[in-house]
């Protein structure tokens, strides 16, 4: 206490700058403590937490950084690949060039790339398409005659033909819709119902390019083909098949007169091609009750198996039953499928 006095009695007598100095003076050689060195301890952990915590940081950043680059080689791998969808898109842009071009050349070989027009993605939905012709089953892998087939009603997987179908009729789109099982046909036999007069599973443009149906015989057709005069009732389908960028004749002519009647497809330089189909006088004459002639009802112009080109159906009539259909595909000049089928109306 009397130090303490005593000390202040001198301070008083000191300017205060040195006062303020003695004070710092006196704080600063602290003796080591238990608190100071529990300090330095403290002091120690942080220190060592905090380096710890620097050196986990470092650590993550490093991992990151590894898991990134591998990543991003990732990437890099995925862009490899990626060129090659362009090529693709390259290709098509150069296959509508060549058809541009074929519009004013008549090139076939020109057509032959029509195939390689995202044939990859067609052929993945080419693996679970559906043709339906009057809510029946419609094979379409093969140009040829084929008979239309009802859905077993034991099978266990026919909820498979429940689906939205895209329905087609009088040569072009019309909705799409839920198909249903109809209720039991023949024998344990079901269709779909709820469906246009064609119906496809999937949703491309099966009647990518317009079909015109005209009441006469173009001139073109007619001044290769005098004995079409022959014909009093003539339709004529005028329609580019092939998607070359020149159209081709699909005829339905019939003679009232002698009661034939034919299905007739004809090139773009209006040349015969082949008759696909046709039935005389005495094949409907004994069973119908009014005259019979193919007509435009026995045609379909519609590309059936998602390949770009529009497919002609020609809907062959029986004396009862379902009409089995003749498929055909006209490509490059050259026609697949049957041609010249008798039908009949007999028994
Ligand atoms: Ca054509
Ligand atoms: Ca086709």
């Not at 043709?131 to 419609?138: A, C, H, S």
């Not at 046709?278 to 094949?283: D, G, H, L, P, V």
Request: charge should be negative; hydrophobic fraction near 35%; charged fraction near 25%.
């Amino acid at each position: 206490m009397g130090d303490t006095i005593k000390d202040n009695a001198e301070k008083n007598n000191k300017p205060d700058e040195e006062v303020k100095q003695e004070k710092s003076m006196k704080t600063i050689p602290t003796p080591i403590t238990l608190g100071n060195s529990l300090l330095a301890i403290l002091v120690v952990l942080i220190l060592g937490t905090g380096s710890l915590v620097y050196y986990m940081i470092k650590k993550e950043q490093g991992d990151y950084e590894k898991y990134n680059s591998l990543v991003q080689n990732l990437v890099q791998d995925e862009q490899i690949t990626a060129p090659e969808t362009n090529t693709n898109e390259l290709a098509e842009g150069e296959t509508i060039k060549d058809i541009i071009d074929s519009a004013t050349n008549t090139g076939s070989a020109s057509t032959n790339t029509i195939d390689a027009v995202d044939a990859t993605s067609r052929k993945v939905l080419n693996e679970n398409l559906t043709v339906l012709y009057n809510g029946l089953i419609l094979d379409t892998t093969s140009m040829k005659q084929t008979e239309l087939k009802y859905i077993d009603n034991s099978d266990k997987y026919k909820d498979k033909y429940v689906i939205t179908y895209y329905n087609y009729e009088s040569f072009g789109f019309k909705d799409s819709k839920l198909g249903n099982l109809s209720s039991q046909l023949y024998d344990g036999l079901v269709k779909i119902e709820n469906v246009g007069k064609i119906a496809i599973s999937e949703s491309y443009e099966a009647i990518p390019r317009e079909i015109k149906v005209v009441n006469a015989i173009p001139t073109i057709v007619s001044d290769k083909n005098p004995k079409i005069g022959d014909y009093d009732s003539n339709k004529a389908i005028i329609t580019d098949l092939d998607g070359n960028g020149t159209e081709e004749y699909i005829l339905i002519l019939a003679n009232k007169t002698s009661g034939y009647s034919k299905i007739t497809l004809v090139d773009s330089s209006g040349t015969k091609v082949a008759d696909l189909a046709y039935i005389e006088k005495s094949q409907w004459e004994s069973v119908a009750t009014e005259e019979y002639h193919l007509s435009l009802s026995n045609v379909e112009v519609i590309d059936v198996d998602n390949d770009g080109i529009m497919e002609i159906l020609i809907e062959l009539p029986r004396y009862e039953g379902d009409p089995s259909i003749s498929l055909l595909k006209y490509k490059n000049g050259e026609l697949q499928g049957d041609t010249n089928i008798q039908c009949s109306l007999l028994p």
